[in-house]
């Protein structure tokens, strides 16, 4: 029996969050606003990599792709998210119901290996600093980005496909604001646990590894820190991995608080307020951490600033 014989339902309702009916006006206008800034926070972060040559490190080019991937990730969610809260539900058909599960797990997965290739670079940069530039060169740089989105999109392709070739029936509603794996599953009426298995065997490629060498990464900066004597150089060493290790707290703890915790470890309006952090929240906060906590980019940042204020002023006395 081929895939359109299988699949019955057509179309799937989301419902987000409608048992909030009274605060839809105040969901929509934080959504709005928190995208807004999402948006244009990263693409001033990638404006002022590109742009500031003090900024051609890798350590900004990795930040970079990461602005990029929020982006991606943000307009991938929150635009049919918007016209979920707004119109009480929307309806979404089967085929974009999977290819938003399909890019949401590619930009998800692409930030979790660039995260992990910034953790190698600040290894290098603090523990083997008289061959970091010998080491981490341009061409290494585009190696490992390349690398990290090609894996994303390879594997982020398996579960989407599995999901795909299931047969759906019954009831068409998703009470979410997104297509994601377990809402999905909970309308199939075939055997899910092939799809369960190959989306926890893909966990560890995709999750447990690259956290693996995140934590051991740290481990030899921290005691490559601590074995620094003076306790400038101690703050100074720590200051150049503090944002990465703020961002990868987060999104580490966010992911784990979603996909670790067993479903009915927690309830559907918990998960929605996780899911809704993650993907909504996280994207936007990226930008200002690495803004708020690193001099080059409040540097750069401040100097782009001035430079559109002078020209407009030149334009006025012009």
Sequence with gaps: MNVENQTKITEIILLGFHQQQSLRTIFFSVILIVYCLTISGNIIIM??????????????FFLSQISASDVLLSTSIVPKMLSVVIHEGAIISFAACITQFFLFCVFEVSECFILTAMSYDRYLAICAPLQYNSIMHHGLCIQLIVVSWLLA????????????????????FIDYFFCDFAPLLNLSCSDTNIVQIEAFLL??????????IV?????????????ISSTTGRQKA?????????????YYGTLLSIYAVPPNGKSLSVSKVLSLFYTV???????????????DIKDA??????????????KRII
């Design 153 to 172: 999109f390879s594997l982020s392709f398996i579960t989407p496909v599995t999901i795909s070739q299931m047969s759906f029936c019954g009831a068409n």
């Design 203 to 212: 966990c560890v490629p995709v999750l447990i590894i690259p956290f693996l």
């Design 238 to 250: 720590f200051s150049t991995c503090s944002s990465h290790l703020t961002v990868v707290s987060i």
């Design 47 to 60: 404006v002022l990599v590109s742009s500031r040559r003090h900024l051609h490190v890798p350590m900004y």
């Design 301 to 314: 940042l401040s100097k782009l600033v001035n430079g559109i204020y002078r020209a407009n002023a030149c």
């Design 281 to 295: 929240f996280t994207p936007m906060l990226n930008p200002i951490i690495y803004s708020l906590r690193n001099k």
């Design 215 to 227: 934590l051991l990464s740290y481990v030899y900066i921290v005691l490559a820190i601590v074995r």
